[in-house]
């Protein structure tokens, strides 16, 4: 039996930036590349034939579908995979794909999509399907956000449907992008044109919602979504995501306890629905409805988690939440828990250093210090300097010497960061007019690299372990360094980014 061929589709326009990335991303999946060109004036076309693909042109007529069928009456293959310039398929195995093309019963896949938003923090997730058989009656269809799966739902029933576990990264939401292309003013435009004709249509209401969502209308977004939920049935494929989208725009807006009610009213439609769930415990966090926001909270992470947030994010609200009530062990729990699933969100971090702070953590730094790898602690607390944050950026170093000690890994690395600390030390600035506290810390960090070189030598100590005179001086360095050197950190759930610039892909480990 052949194996199934793929041919993956584009529409595209100025996309030299993104192009080559988004072929990279599949070339080893598909067979063959249809690229359709609505009018490009960059490098797109040359960098898109050099890659392989076959290139069309296409006369743009204000509605995507038309686009989007026309590269469909290219293709030659078995099955189409479609994807926007601006996209990426996420790492899967050759073999793990075929296999999904070779389930009979399956004319259609659902894939994930990961839109990143802003400046890249933030993130949305959607499903829409992008992998289907080529058959003459599977067109898109819609003028904008089209879609597919309608055709193939009129052919073959909801049955010929499935979920993948594909996820397609959109960069086209950040800043950059929608700034540059202007993509708001474009499709508001094809939205509203299609709107004076079907001014009923839930699916366009909840587009254009999107759009004002986008632009940072929440008020205007807010009014679409009220009305298209006046015309929807509820077994629409995007209901939950008006609903939603619809509490978003009411936490967003500060109606609290309207999101609660409706958020109560939604869960009768569809129950554990662990978006809607956390929505309803942020609204409860901002009311200092404490207990109320725990159980949202650890209900969400029971239900799986949420899409719309990582679940680091969810247990540093969790955290917040316990810290707030008065709960400070089991703050101090989901803080930990927080960190290691995200080193380079760093939130957490400073709430625990804020316990400590309020003697409200009996700190074990030999647990604290394995919050990631000493590569990646030395990673934070480089980028901690070039960002200024002296004083964070000492205790992250401590820790990593710290964890070196532990490890009993004396040897030059452990020379270095000693060195490193000392040289870094007279940038600090105390908080205090407490001159005692500066000349103890000032002797303590050079006496610290002066273990160091004793460790590296493998020198003994003449009463007790050199590990464990190492330990208690880090310690008392970083007591001294947290109460009297670091600004004082209170739960503060809106900062949660407090330190964008460290922030990679926010993926838990």
């Not at 933030?122 to 992998?131: F, S």
Request: proline letters at 4%; a negative charge; one cysteine or more.
């Amino acid at each position: 039996m052949n194996k199934p061929t793929v041919s993956l589709c584009l529409i595209v326009k100025n996309e030299e930036y993104f192009i080559l990335s988004c072929l990279n991303s599949v070339k080893h999946l598909v067979d063959e590349i249809i690229v359709v060109d609505t009018g490009s004036s960059d490098e797109t076309i040359r960098l898109a034939r050099e890659a392989g693909a076959k290139i069309f042109t296409f006369t743009w007529t204000g509605d995507f579908s038309q686009a989007r069928n026309f590269a469909l009456e290219q293709a030659a293959c078995d099955w189409i995979l479609f994807l926007d310039a601006d996209e990426e398929l996420d790492n899967i195995d050759v073999q793990d794909f075929q296999r999904l093309l070779a389930v009979p019963q399956v004319e259609g896949y659902f894939l994930t999509i990961k839109s990143y938003l802003g400046a890249g923090e933030e993130i949305a997730w959607d499903q829409v399907v992008r992998l289907f058989r080529n058959k003459p009656a599977y067109r898109f269809e819609g003028a904008i956000h089209e879609q597919v799966a309608s055709s193939i739902i009129r052919s073959k029933g909801y049955e010929g449907l499935a979920e993948a576990p594909l996820i397609i990264k959109h960069f086209g939401y950040l800043d950059t992008q929608l700034s540059e292309k202007d993509k708001y003013s474009r499709n508001t435009l094809i939205i509203k044109r299609e709107l004076e004709n079907n001014p009923q249509d839930p699916f366009l209401l909840y587009c254009l919602a999107l759009e004002f969502y986008l632009a940072n209308d929440v008020l205007e977004g807010l009014a679409c979504l009220e009305k298209a939920l006046a015309y929807l049935k509820g077994n629409e494929g995007y209901f939950e995501d008006v609903l939603f989208n619809t509490a978003l725009g009411y936490l967003k807006l500060g109606k609290t306890e309207t999101l609660i009610r409706f958020v109560e009213k939604s869960l009768q439609i569809l129950p554990n629905q662990p978006n809607l769930i956390l929505l309803r415990g942020l609204a409860y966090l901002s009311q200092a409805k404490y207990q109320e926001a725990i159980d949202d909270f650890n209900s969400t992470l029971h239900l799986g988690g949420s899409k719309v947030l990582p679940s680091s994010r969810l247990l540093s609200f969790l955290g917040d939440t316990h810290n707030l009530a008065g709960n400070y062990s089991q703050a101090e729990t989901n803080y930990l828990a927080a960190l290691v699933k995200a080193p380079h969100l760093l939130y957490p971090l400073t709430q625990l250093l804020g316990l400590v702070q309020k003697k409200k953590y009996a700190v074990e730094f030999d647990k604290l210090c394995q919050f990631t790898t000493v590569e990646g602690k030395i990673e934070i607390w480089q980028k901690l300097v070039q960002n200024g944050e002296i004083s964070l950026s000492l205790v992250v170093l401590l820790l990593t010497i710290y964890h070196l000690v532990c490890l009993n890994a004396f040897n030059q690395e452990l020379i270095l960061l000693s060195e490193a600390c000392n040289a870094l030390f007279p940038q600090l600035k105390p908080l205090y007019n407490r001159p005692e506290s500066w000349e103890y810390l000032t002797a303590a960090v050079k006496e610290l690299a002066f273990y160091g070189k004793v460790a590296e030598k493998e020198y003994k100590c003449s009463y007790f372990p050199l590990s464990s005179k190492l330990k208690m001086l880090l310690e008392d360095i970083l007591f001294l360094l947290i109460n009297e050197f670091c600004p004082l950190w209170y739960p503060s759930p809106s900062k949660q980014n407090q330190y964008p610039g460290l922030l990679q892909e926010e993926y838990d480990q």
